[in-house]
Each structure stands twice: as structure tokens, then as C-alpha cells.
């Protein structure tokens, strides 16, 4: 009997939905994947997420500029998960306790991690029922401006985005390298030419065509690597900066 089952099938067969029918969520359904999100696994039980639902189409549209993509503001749901150690820091306070601890990196790393499991949690749920995902890394194209669109307080930063709805679209099945490359076992393996090894990758990708440029196949995976870490967005570059000014001590305090 095959171990592969329906969740599993999906899965293997994620892809990413950037065009949306016009067609509301069911409430039930909503409910059902932030339970989901609710009984994610958390680092010490502490729970250090949070999540946003963006309803507001004037905001959706701040979002999607920052992220500069249009779509984004058209997503039926939008979702913004986040990094929160501010509930937690309350609940010390009020509790008649001081410690600098909830604004160290190792929390905020805690808190990150949180909000990325549910974040994938919520998709594996989505699919499971139909829905179409799209991740929004984007968001911290300028994290600065999420944190005062969404009026973060302090101890939150914004993770990732998720934008859910039926999808309107039917993308290829996006190529990825051989697991040979990324799994190894008890120590990392070191290739002596990585260009040999991922040749027929290389080759595979440009038959890729991503729908977001139809008219073209995209260029080979190492020429993409080559292109988006020569070309950093800016504000990319000031986000340990923008987590310093959300509270958190990127700097071990000195005892």
C-alpha cells in the first residue's frame, strides 16, 4: 500500500497562486485554518506568534506597494504573520516581573520561527481544501513601513505574508534541484564545482515558464542566484536596523 497520501500528493504539487477568483472564503473555513494556525507548534509553548488579517482595501493596497505587486491587493485574504514577544513582555510586567530577556535575539529568532511554522501550517491547510497560496517574503521590502501600516508595537516584526483565495490559474510545476545537493548525511557535503553538478537543473529551469513574465522562459537557476544577490533592495539592507528600533537587542547585554 502506498505511504503517499492526499496531503502528501498536494504537497508535492504546491505551487504558487498570484491570480485569485473574486470569491470570498467561507467564515468556516477561515476559522478552520486559524485553528490551525492556533495548534501550530511553538518554540517552549510560549507562542510567540501572531497573525493579522488584512481587511482593509486601502491597506491591502500600502501592502502591495511595498511588496510591488499589484496582486497582493487583490488577494481575498490577506494574512501577516509576525514575530510577537510584546503579549509576552505584558504578560511579565503584569506579573511583577523585569527581564531583558523578551527583547534578546534568541526570543526574537523564537518568535520568528513561530510565525513561519504556522505560516506553512496554514498552507498545507489551504491546499488540503482547494485554496491557492502565495507566500509574501515581500513584505520586508521595506519593514519599516509594515511595521507603522499595521501599527506594530514594540517586540513584533513582521515575518511573512500570506495571500489565500480559489485560484484563477493553472502554473506550471516550478523545477527544483536534486535533493542530493541540499540533504547530507551527518556532516555537509561540499561539492568541487556546483555549476557541473546543477548543469542539467540549469538546463531544466529554462523550460520554466513563470506567469508572471508568460512571454519568456526564465533564465537558469545559477544566473538567477547570480541576479537577485547582486541586485538587494535597499531597505532590505536596514532590517536588522528596523528590528533594533522594534526593541530587540540584536547585541548581547553585558552582565
Do not use: W
Not at 82 to 91: E, H, L, V, W
Not at 213 to 224: E, G, H, K, L, P
Amino acid at each position: 500500500m502506498s505511504q503517499i497520501n492526499e496531503m502528501i500528493q498536494r504537497q508535492l504539487q504546491h505551487r504558487t497562486i498570484r491570480e485569485f477568483k473574486d470569491t470570498s472564503i467561507p467564515r468556516e473555513i477561515l476559522e478552520a485554518l486559524m485553528e490551525v494556525a492556533r495548534r501550530t507548534a511553538t518554540s517552549n509553548g510560549t507562542q510567540q506568534f501572531s497573525i493579522i488579517r488584512v481587511t482593509d482595501s486601502s491597506i491591502k493596497k500600502e501592502i502591495a506597494e511595498v511588496c510591488n505587486q499589484e496582486y497582493v491587493g487583490r488577494a481575498p485574504e490577506l494574512l501577516i504573520f509576525i514575530a510577537d514577544q510584546f503579549r509576552n513582555n505584558k504578560i511579565i510586567k503584569e506579573k511583577g516581573a523585569e527581564t531583558e530577556n523578551a527583547s534578546d535575539m534568541d526570543r526574537f529568532f523564537q518568535g520568528f520561527t513561530d510565525a513561519c511554522l504556522a505560516a506553512q501550517n496554514v498552507v498545507n491547510a489551504s491546499e488540503s481544501m482547494d485554496l491557492g497560496v502565495v507566500f509574501l517574503g515581500s513584505i520586508l521590502n521595506d519593514s519599516a513601513k509594515i511595521c507603522k501600516i499595521l501599527k506594530l508595537p514594540k517586540l513584533t516584526f513582521p515575518v511573512v505574508g500570506l495571500g489565500i483565495g480559489y485560484s484563477n490559474q493553472n502554473p506550471q510545476l516550478k523545477p527544483r534541484f536534486d535533493n542530493r545537493l541540499r540533504i547530507f548525511e551527518n556532516s555537509y557535503t561540499i561539492f568541487d564545482n556546483y555549476l557541473e553538478e546543477m548543469k542539467e537543473y540549469d538546463e531544466e529551469m529554462t523550460s520554466y515558464f513563470d506567469l508572471r513574465n508568460a512571454n519568456r522562459r526564465i533564465d537558469c537557476f545559477s544566473d538567477q542566484v547570480v541576479s537577485k544577490i547582486s541586485n538587494s533592495l535597499p531597505n532590505r539592507q536596514d532590517i536588522l536596523k528596523v528590528i533594533q528600533e522594534q526593541g530587540f537587542k540584536t547585541e548581547r547585554c553585558s552582565s
